[in-house]
């Protein structure tokens, strides 16, 4: 199972940006979607969390309210819309697959090579 990622980039505070994961190949071990994210100096976050038909939904306190996840089962695609974008947003996103939909780094077995988010002021 391979994950890539695009539509990272740089963008002003207040924007929006929407990321995209195309998962190669969907299976039992890839129930459980995720974006995580690291931002310079610290450690890899959980950012939100879905299964592919939608159920399950979470997300961090820190982007409530203005990120969204979704899924196009069609195209193997999972995107995350980010909008009111802060400066604290900057990191590289990373997108994973799992068996399981959780909040943890260790419920995800497979991983894209990341995508990096700039928020300028």
């Known amino acids: 199972v391979q994950l890539v990622e695009s539509g990272g980039g740089l963008v002003q505070a207040g924007g929006s940006l929407r990321l995209s994961c195309v998962v190669s190949?969907?299976?039992?071990?890839?129930?459980?979607m995720a974006w995580f994210r690291q931002a310079p100096g610290k450690e890899r976050e959980f950012v939100a969390a879905?299964?592919?038909?939608?159920?399950?939904?979470y997300y961090a306190d820190s982007v409530k309210g203005r990120f969204t996840m979704s899924t196009d089962n069609a195209k193997n695609t999972v995107f995350l819309q980010m909008d009111t974008v802060r400066l604290e947003d900057t990191a590289v996103y990373y997108c994973?697959?799992?068996?399981?939909?959780?909040?943890?780094?260790?419920?995800?077995?497979?991983w894209g090579q990341g995508t990096q988010v700039t928020v300028s002021s």
């Open positions: 879905s299964s592919w038909a939608g159920s399950d939904s």
């Open positions: 190949r969907l299976t039992f071990s890839t129930y459980g």
């Open positions: 994973a697959a799992g068996s399981l939909v959780g909040i943890s780094e260790a419920s995800y077995a497979y």
